[in-house]
C-alpha cells in the first residue's frame, strides 16, 4: 500500500539499449502513470558500457528507484520456433543451451543462455532487466497485419535480419540472420549461378540480371503459374493498399540513401536463402508468400525493396521502425504501463 | 514476462534516501507523539492532583475552620480559667482577708463559703467585742449580715454569721467596675 503510493510519486524510466555493429543507440523514456512524458535519445561510438554512456543514463535514473533497463538480444544464436510444445521444440531447435520463451501460446523464441550471461556481465553497472527478442518486436510492430494476414515479415537491423512468416498470427518459418556470419548451410541456399554478384569488388547494377536468367527463378519451380497474366493480376488484387499508403511517405527517406547497397544487397541474399529454406525445409509448413513486410530499423534504401519485388515477385512494403522506441514500448507493457 | 528473458529487478521506492527519510520523520512523529503524550499524562496527573488538592483544600479548610472554632473555644477556656484563676486568687485573698479580718480574741470553728454567701461559726468573749470587731468588716464585704449567737459553757458566746452578697447588686458593680 505504502509502496505503491510511493511508486505512484516517481517517475518511471525506460533505459532502451540497442547495440549496433560499432555503436550503441540509448533510448530513453520517462512515465509517469499518465504515460510517457518525455523521451530522449543519444548515440555513442563503443559497444560497450562507457563512462560517457554511463552518465548519460545515470542522468536520468538516479533520481527514481523505478528504472528499468531493456536490451535488444543481439546474440547470433537466436531464432523462434512455431511451437510452444516443449516436446516439439528439439524438432526444430535443441534448446538445451538456449533460453526459450512462449509468445502468446503460439510460437517459441529463443536465445543462448550464454549470451544472455555476456549481455547481464557487460551492463552489470547499470544491471539488466528486460531482454526482449527481435522477433518480439517484429510481432509487436506489425501487430495489425500478423493478426490477420499471411506474410513475411523482416526487421532488417544494422548487423541482423529477423526474418518470420505469420499466417494469421501462426507462426510458419523464423530465421535470425547475422550479416557478418553467413554460416555455410546458408551460402549453399544461396543461388550460386554465374552472374551472382562480388561483392568484394563492388556491384555493377548491369550485372545484375533481374528478369533474363532463368536459374535465379529456378528455386521457385512451384510458382509456374506466374507465367499467366492473369495470375499476376490477381497478385496486385492481393496488394496492401493501406500499407503503400504508408510506404509512398517512406519513398523520399529510402532515396536518399543510397550508400547501403551493398548491405541491402546482403540481406537480400540472406532473405533469398532463408525462403529458399522455407520452401524445402519439411520442418516448416510451406505456405507461398505473396506479400513481405519490412520493419526498416536501419534506413535500408530503395534497392533492397526492388531486389525483393523484382526479382522474388513479391510485394514488398517498407516501414520504418525506431528500435529504442519498440524496445521501450516492449519493456512499458512488460510493467503495465 | 510475456515477452523478456529474463525477470526484471525488484524494485523498491524505499530506497536509502527515503529510507533515512522515513526514519528520520519516523523518529520525530514518535517524539512528537511520546512528547504529546507525555504532556497529557502531566496534564492529566496536574488535573488529578489538583482534584486532590482542592479535596485537601477544602480539608484543611474545614480543619482550619474547626482549629479557629477551637482556638475560639481554647481562647474562652483560656479566658475563664484566667477569670477562675482570679477569681480563686480573689478567692483565696478574699479567704486570707476573711482570716485576716478575724481578731485573735474571736476564735472560728468552722467558716462555709457559699456561692453568694459565707457562714461562719465561732466562739467569742462577747457581743462587743463580735460586732466591732468581726461584724464591721463583714458588713462592709456582704450585702445582707445576719448574726444569731448562743451562750457557750464557759460563759462565752457562740455565734454564727450568715452573709450573702445580693447577685444583682454584684452584677451592676462589676459592670461598672469593667467600664
Keep these: ?337 | 514476462m510475456k515477452y523478456s528473458y529474463i525477470t526484471p529487478r525488484p524494485k523498491s521506492a524505499f530506497t536509502a534516501e527515503i529510507q533515512l527519510l522515513v526514519t528520520f520523520f519516523s523518529i520525530t512523529l514518535g517524539m512528537l507523539f511520546i512528547t504529546y503524550f507525555f504532556l497529557l499524562f502531566k496534564d492529566y496527573t496536574f488535573l488529578s492532583d489538583m482534584d486532590e488538592l482542592a479535596v485537601v483544600q477544602s480539608e484543611l479548610s474545614v480543619n482550619i475552620k474547626e482549629m479557629k472554632e477551637q482556638i475560639t473555644f481554647i481562647e474562652k477556656e483560656n479566658l475563664l480559667a484566667q477569670k477562675v484563676y482570679t477569681q480563686n486568687t480573689v478567692l483565696k485573698d478574699s479567704i486570707a482577708n476573711l482570716f485576716d479580718l478575724v481578731p485573735q480574741r474571736i476564735t472560728l470553728s468552722e467558716a462555709k463559703l457559699l456561692e453568694n454567701g459565707l457562714v461562719l461559726y465561732g466562739v467569742t468573749p462577747n457581743k462587743d467585742i463580735y460586732n466591732f470587731m468581726l461584724q464591721a468588716p463583714l458588713r462592709s464585704i456582704f450585702h445582707r449580715t445576719y448574726s444569731s449567737f448562743y451562750p457557750a459553757q464557759n460563759g462565752w458566746l457562740r455565734f454564727v454569721s450568715t452573709n450573702y452578697i445580693d447577685e444583682e447588686i454584684n452584677l451592676s458593680q462589676e459592670i461598672e467596675s469593667e467600664n
Design chain 1, 1 to 337: 500500500m505504502l509502496g505503491k503510493f510511493f511508486e505512484s510519486l516517481y517517475l518511471k524510466v525506460f533505459v532502451n539499449v540497442v547495440v549496433k555493429n560499432s555503436t550503441t543507440d540509448v533510448y530513453i523514456e520517462l512515465c509517469s502513470s499518465k504515460g510517457v512524458i518525455d523521451n530522449m535519445e543519444d548515440s555513442f561510438n563503443t559497444t560497450k558500457m562507457s563512462e560517457e554512456m554511463l552518465n548519460f543514463i545515470t542522468s536520468y535514473t538516479r533520481e527514481t528507484p523505478f528504472s528499468y533497463f531493456s536490451f535488444l538480444d543481439m546474440s547470433p544464436s537466436q531464432g523462434a520456433i512455431p511451437t510452444c510444445s516443449k516436446n516439439r521444440l528439439s524438432y526444430y531447435y535443441d534448446v538445451s543451451a538456449s533460453e526459450y520463451k512462449c509468445h502468446d501460446k503460439k510460437w517459441t523464441h529463443y536465445t543462448s543462455k550464454s549470451d544472455l550471461y555476456d549481455i547481464e556481465r557487460r551492463y552489470k553497472e547499470t544491471g539488466v532487466d528486460f531482454v526482449f527478442s527481435p522477433f518480439s518486436i517484429l510481432a509487436n510492430f506489425f501487430k495489425d497485419k500478423v493478426d490477420s494476414h499471411h506474410a513475411m515479415y523482416i526487421l532488417v537491423q544494422e548487423a541482423f535480419v529477423s526474418l518470420a512468416v505469420f499466417d494469421n498470427s501462426e507462426l510458419l518459418f523464423a530465421q535470425h540472420l547475422d550479416m557478418e556470419k553467413i554460416t555455410e548451410s546458408d551460402e549453399l541456399l544461396i543461388d550460386t549461378s554465374d552472374d551472382i554478384l562480388d561483392l568484394e569488388d563492388g556491384i555493377e547494377l548491369e550485372d545484375i540480371d533481374v528478369m533474363g536468367t532463368d536459374d535465379s527463378l529456378d528455386d521457385f519451380s512451384d510458382i509456374e503459374d506466374l507465367d499467366s497474366l492473369d495470375e499476376i493480376d490477381e497478385f496486385s488484387e492481393n496488394k496492401d493498399v493501406e500499407e503503400e499508403f504508408y510506404q509512398e511517405e517512406d519513398a523520399e527517406l529510402a532515396e536518399s540513401e543510397e550508400d547501403g547497397f551493398n548491405e541491402d544487397y546482403q540481406r537480400f541474399s540472406l532473405i533469398q536463402s532463408s525462403m529458399n529454406r522455407f520452401y524445402k525445409d519439411d520442418k516448416f509448413e510451406s505456405k507461398f508468400i505473396e506479400n513481405v513486410y519490412i520493419a526498416d530499423g536501419v534506413g535500408v534504401s530503395n534497392d533492397l525493396k526492388r531486389y525483393l519485388e523484382e526479382e522474388m515477385f513479391l510485394s514488398v512494403y517498407v516501414r520504418h521502425l525506431e528500435l529504442g522506441v519498440e524496445v521501450s514500448e516492449l519493456a512499458r507493457e512488460e510493467v503495465g504501463i
